[in-house]
């Protein structure tokens, strides 16, 4: 039984017999299915972002009207505070944007894009998502048991994290650290899958540069995961035992280091960053050459760049420790090799700038999202230069303006790349058209709001607040009327951000039972998972009908033909 | 129930077998699990010195017996491979199962030597080099524990002459976990 792979049009008529719910569990919870799977991993993840923002909206409101009783919480006390906060950061990047941007689309479309069947282990597959869902569970199972969840930030620094006398929280750091390692085996085994089958599995005549740039960014970002986060799995066995068998691996009186971890974490962390951002730029791309009909500016340099990124982002991990202590000599080092990774990030912007211009573009509500991209990340990116900058980074320091630098990375990243990438293949996934009135709106209510957000929060961060303060009524010089009043339009246009999202969930819904029928490729794109079905069926296609691949994904407006697109799979 | 491969499995762009493909990534994920933690020995054990006298309380013979046993059940496993290349299943099981008695064999020794340790109050708590001798030996251990269940299934199969090419890629990981033991053995055993 645990072997049947479901066919997804019998569940048509197993859906209407009450007597076969195991069927249902079958198909939808022990399937091996990759679109199934990609289902499972996507709204994992969009469900935990909704925990990862509600998080949010508890702390905002203590932040900016300390001491109310936030609506739907109460009153947040300091260890609830310091729990939000961490929980928030550790649910949004590993619980979102690495399931829903890396596993939900690199399952989906890795073997559609290439003209497979499915992925080259199906039950490996399966069992990566049902690791990651234990890892989700433990990790909110944390959040309830004595003490409360860990409250020690998502970097989770030695000794506070060590030393439960300092923490608080004896078992729910544990139980945060074993989550967090569970994510990673899941990670790792969904990586390997994807690797093996993007090398291994692809269609007939698809060579190394006709795969799309989503592909190659999804399988770049694996490994650049798998590369970096040995050296962190090591680590987090060390703290597990500082933690719970009283091991000294990061006590210095004992003969270890604490700024171990910081090393050891950061080496991960930082090409972390870039495991999350090359999917989104590869959606970015894909979904800015078909609506601007214009094959991308550079195929060989998009590619090249991502690798040089790849390999420069193993080099910059030590900016995040400037203040902590290390050798000046070394912080220079790690200044310029920051400033560096600027260079090829710059790169593909220009890339997909350059693509816009002169194509016929239509704005359609995934085009917005894409155009959106380039424009937020580029302050994101910008505002890295003052930290790494290991000079301005001692004012700069865990301050609210690195708070708002990352967000301004990581939300075009998580959701801007995400909403891009969801409204662009939702017609693919549920065979209906998103309502593009109502993304519109969503989309415009979702912008607007976040710079709103933030933007104040540069603006605090330059004026000296601090990251990890509960109630800045505490620090005179920071309780200032005009600074309140800052962190207020934050708040506030964060209940107005969140409150466009039941927009987004209602056209979701309602797209999916009621929205226009899609057909094979409403966009007129050329990739191959638009020459099958809308859903795909199991097997993606009939079996004799694969897809053999004749040309590059990226052909549109050719000279010679009629219409403006070239499907990889037509003979010429 | 037989399990239906998809096509994508059969299929190989590389020419590289599916198989063998994800072992190697497999193991390079390992290789910076393991690269991580003895990196970090190693920088720690030269800015401490003094770890030198606890080094000294292991028993090199012990860690060399370990060597040669391992050494001697990675040979099998060649011997293992030979015999699933020629179609031989029942062979090549034979010699898987000479190479888990080697694992066991392994493991059996590592629990009297490290018994012996902890009776002597050398636990992982006494100083950080011990720490670190417990941690890298402990979760190579795993490694060989998880070999050994793997390859009790893989021989299974090959006895009855299914999925021989199994028998290689467990091989490739078997002479993985000797590596790893190759590095062990020096930094936590030879360097007093």
């Given at each position: 039984m645990a072997d049947t792979v479901v066919d997804v049009h019998q569940h048509e008529h197993a859906g209407h017999d009450g007597h076969h719910d195991p069927h249902w569990i079958v198909k939808y919870l022990w399937s091996t299915d990759h679109k199934i799977i990609a289902m499972q991993y996507l709204f994992t993840g969009m469900f935990m972002g909704i925990i990862g923002a509600y998080m949010a909206y508890v702390f905002?409101?203590?932040?900016?009207f300390p001491g109310i009783s936030v609506p739907g919480f109460g009153q947040v006390s300091p260890g609830e505070y310091n729990s939000l906060i961490t929980?928030?950061?550790?649910?949004?990047?590993?619980?979102?944007?690495?399931?829903?941007?890396?596993?939900?689309?690199g399952n989906y479309l890795i073997p559609l894009m290439i003209g497979a069947d499915d992925m080259v282990f199906p039950r490996i597959n399966r069992l990566s998502y049902q690791i990651f869902l234990v890892s989700a569970i433990i990790l909110l199972a944390s959040l309830f048991v004595e003490g409360g969840g860990f409250g020690g930030a998502w970097t989770s620094y030695p000794p506070l994290s060590a030393e439960g006398d300092y923490n608080q929280t004896n078992l729910g750091s544990s139980l945060w650290l074993l989550a967090v390692a569970l994510e990673f085996v899941a990670f790792l085994l969904g990586g390997i899958n994807f690797i093996t089958t993007l090398m291994n599995s692809r269609a007939p005549g698809m060579k190394a540069y006709d795969i799309p740039m989503v592909l190659w960014m999804i399988v770049i970002a694996s490994i650049l995961f798998m590369l970096s986060v040995g050296p962190l799995i090591a680590g987090a066995v060390m703290l597990f035992f500082d933690q719970t068998i009283n091991t000294g691996f990061y006590d210095p009186t004992r003969g270890g280091d604490p700024i171990l971890w910081q090393h050891l974490f950061w080496f991960f962390g930082h090409p972390e960053v870039y495991v999350v951002l090359l999917p989104a730029i590869g959606i970015t791309v894909d979904v800015i050459a078909t609506f601007a009909r214009k094959k991308i500016f550079g195929y060989k340099l998009v590619l090249y760049t991502a690798v040089a990124t790849g390999v420069l982002s193993f080099f910059v991990w030590a900016h995040h420790q400037f203040i902590a202590g290390i050798d000046p000599r070394m912080a220079n080092v790690f200044t310029i090799t920051t400033l560096l990774i600027s260079v090829p990030i710059a790169e593909l912007l220009f890339v997909m700038i350059a693509t816009l211009y002169g194509g016929s573009i239509r704005l359609t509500t995934p085009m917005l999202w894409a155009l959106a991209f380039i424009a937020e990340f580029l302050i994101g990116g910008v505002t890295g230069i003052f930290l790494g900058a290991s000079g301005a980074d001692i004012y700069f320091h865990d301050t609210y303006f690195v708070l708002a630098h990352f967000h301004y990375t990581f939300f075009p990243i998580a959701i801007i790349?995400?909403?891009?990438?969801f409204t662009y293949w939702f017609p693919k996934m549920f065979g209906r058209m998103m309502n593009d009135t109502l993304g519109k709106i969503h989309f415009w209510g979702t912008i607007i709001p976040f710079n709103f957000i933030f933007i104040p929060l540069f603006v605090l961060g330059m004026g000296g607040q601090h990251r990890r303060i509960y109630n800045f009524q505490h620090f005179p010089e920071l309780a200032g009327p005009e600074m309140y009043s800052l962190r207020q339009i934050a708040t506030i246009s964060l209940l107005i951000m969140?409150?466009?999202?039941?927009?987004?969930f209602f056209n979701m819904f309602w797209s999916w039972f009621k929205g226009e029928k899609a057909g094979k490729n409403p966009w007129k794109a050329n990739t191959l998972e638009w020459t099958t079905e809308s859903p795909p069926g199991h097997g993606n296609w009939p079996p004799d009908q694969m897809p053999v691949v004749y040309r590059g994904p990226y052909e549109y407006g050719h000279p010679d033909r009629e219409e403006d697109y070239w499907p990889q799979h037509l003979p010429s | 129930m037989a399990h239906a491969k998809p096509?994508?499995?059969?299929?190989?762009?590389?020419?590289?077998?599916t198989g063998r493909l994800a072992v190697w990534w497999v193991l390079a994920s390992e290789v910076v699990i393991f690269g991580g933690l003895l990196g970090?020995?190693?920088m720690h054990r030269i800015g401490h010195p003094e770890w030198a006298d606890a080094a000294a309380h292991t028993q090199t013979w012990i860690g060399a017996l370990n060597t040669f046993v391992l050494l001697t059940s990675s040979f099998t496993a060649v011997l293992a491979h030979q015999a699933a290349e020629k179609g031989n299943g029942k062979e090549a099981a034979k010699f898987l199962c000479f190479t888990i008695l080697g694992a066991m064999t392994f493991l059996v020794v590592k629990s009297f030597e490290w018994y012996n340790e902890i009776s002597h109050g050398y636990t992982i708590t006494a100083n950080t080099f011990w720490s670190f001798y417990y941690t890298a030996a402990g979760l190579h251990a795993l490694h060989v524990i998880a070999g050994a269940i793997i390859m009790g299934v893989v021989a299974f199969d090959a006895f009855r002459g299914r999925e021989l090419h199994r028998v290689e890629l467990i091989g490739i990981y078997w002479h993985f976990v000797d590596v790893v033991w190759i590095f062990l053995f020096p930094l936590l055993y030879i360097a007093k």
């Open positions: 905002r409101m203590q932040l900016a929980n928030h950061g550790s649910i949004m990047i590993f619980w979102v944007a690495m399931p829903v941007l890396i596993a939900a689309f790349g995400t909403f891009c990438g969140l409150a466009f999202q039941a927009v987004f | 096509l994508a499995t059969l299929r190989s762009a590389t020419g590289i077998p970090v020995y190693l």
